[in-house]
Nanobody
Framework: QVQLVESGGGLVQAGGSLRLSCAAS????????MGWFRQAPGKEREFVAA????????HDADSVKGRFTISRDNAKNTVYLQMNSLKPEDTAVYYC????????????????????WGQGTQVTVSS
C-alpha cells in the first residue's frame, strides 16, 4: 500500500512553468512505477507521462512531448513533473499514480493499470 500526495499546482500565465511533486509514503518506493494523468472539466482522465521504478525509462504523451519532463528521486520517495511552455489547454487537475512493478524498464500509460492515486492538484494556465 502506498499513499500519494501531490503539490505544486497553481495559476500561471501561458508560456510559464510549474513543477509538480508527488510524495509517496512507505519505504519501498523503488518498486513502484509512477505516472501522471490529468483531467479537465467535462473530459476524461488522460495520460501525461510515466516513469519506470528505477527512473531509467520514461514516456510522454504526444501533447506534452518536449514541454513536460517526468523524473523521480527514490531517496526522497518523490516523483516530479516539470512543466514548461504551458498552454491554456494544459489546464486540468493533475494526478499522480503508482503501481507495483518489478521491472526497471516498464512504464504504464493507461489509468486502469494503476492501483494507487493521489488526490490531485489544480493547474490553471491563463491566456
Amino acid at each position: 500500500q502506498v499513499q500519494l500526495v501531490e503539490s505544486g499546482g497553481g495559476l500561471v500565465q501561458a508560456g510559464g512553468s510549474l513543477r509538480l511533486s508527488c510524495a509517496a509514503s512507505g519505504r519501498t518506493f523503488n518498486i513502484y512505477a509512477m505516472g501522471w494523468f490529468r483531467q479537465a472539466p467535462g473530459k476524461e482522465r488522460e495520460f501525461v507521462a510515466a516513469i519506470s521504478n528505477s527512473g531509467g525509462v520514461t514516456h510522454d504523451a504526444d501533447s506534452v512531448k518536449g514541454r513536460f519532463t517526468i523524473s523521480r528521486d527514490n531517496a526522497k520517495n518523490t516523483v516530479y513533473l516539470q512543466m514548461n511552455s504551458l498552454k491554456p489547454e494544459d489546464t486540468a487537475v493533475y494526478y499522480c499514480a503508482a503501481r507495483l512493478s518489478y521491472s526497471g524498464m516498464s512504464y504504464y500509460t493507461e489509468a486502469r493499470q494503476y492501483a494507487f492515486w493521489g488526490q490531485g492538484t489544480q493547474v490553471t494556465v491563463s491566456s
